[in-house]
């Protein structure tokens, strides 16, 4: 299973972004989807995420500027970002799996992509 994400890049404050994280090597019909984000000297946390039955979540403070979407015909989830803040500065990752909707840690990740907002 290879997570390949793509659409990171820099913006300034107030722009947007969208990143996209093909899924290859699974179906992923029954699999859950996230995104998560580290800044430098920070613990990686989890900013959004899509379960098989169509339920999101979102990290609190980006709740209402970040939406996580898929094509399920394209094997590929999205992370819209808008209204984006120098603190959502980071390496973005995408994540996968089964086990990840049951609260487990997601087994497939992204190779990551920068997001700088300056």
């Known amino acids: 299973v290879q997570l390949v994400e793509s659409g990171g890049g820099s913006v300034q404050a107030g722009g947007s972004l969208r990143l996209s994280c093909e899924v290859r090597g699974t179906a992923y019909s029954k699999h859950c989807m996230g995104w998560f984000r580290q800044a430098a000297g920070k613990e990686r946390e989890m900013v959004a995420r899509l379960d098989y039955d169509g339920e999101t979540r979102y990290l609190d403070h980006v709740k209402g500027w970040f939406t996580i979407s898929e094509e399920s015909n394209k094997s590929t989830f999205y992370l819209q970002m808008d209204a984006l803040k120098p603190e959502d500065t980071g390496m973005y990752y995408c994540?996968?799996?089964?086990?990840?909707?049951?609260?487990?840690?997601?087994?497939?990740w992204g190779q990551g992509t920068q997001v700088t907002v300056s």
């Open positions: 994540a996968a799996g089964v086990s990840f909707c049951s609260g487990a840690p997601p087994p497939y």
